[in-house]
Nanobody, 127 residues
Framework: QVQLVESGGGLVQAGGSLRLSCAASGRTFSSYAMAWFRQAPGKEREFVAGISRSGGAMAYADSVKGRFTISRDNAKNTVSLQMNSLKPEDTAVHYC????????????????????WGQGTQVTVSS
């Protein structure tokens, strides 16, 4: 079992920044990949960014590339998402997720590949 708790969401003006954090517990953190997804009202959950177990490989959605940065600290069991140059279209509930499949070396982009989810944190960007 893995427990995930997100923090850091809020309301920000367009062009501003937010940093989301996700604290993990329950299994050896360095043994699984992590990702951030988001879901806006009336839309499907979409991949935002992902990072491999060691932190050596990262992947981003085209819509956030160059603006968002994912990182992890395996000593502190946390994964973070630094979001800069925020746009109103970034408004959504943001979720962190864990992919515990063994020996996974590629960051997956489909929500179905992820086994554990946090409760989500709201990010609202005003224009």
């Amino acid at each position: 079992q893995v427990q995930l708790v997100e923090s850091g969401g809020g309301l920000v003006q367009a062009g501003g920044s937010l940093r989301l954090s996700c604290a993990a517990s329950g299994r050896t953190f360095s043994s699984y990949a992590m990702a951030w997804f988001r879901q806006a009202p009336g839309k499907e959950r979409e991949f935002v960014a992902g990072i491999s177990r060691s932190g050596g490989a990262m992947a981003y959605a085209d819509s956030v590339k160059g603006r968002f940065t994912i990182s992890r600290d395996n000593a502190k069991n946390t994964v973070s998402l630094q979001m800069n140059s925020l746009k109103p279209e970034d408004t959504a509930v943001h979720y962190c997720a864990a992919d515990v499949a063994p020996l996974r070396t590629v960051v997956r982009r489909s929500p179905q590949e992820y086994d554990y989810w946090g409760q989500g944190t709201q990010v609202t960007v005003s224009s």
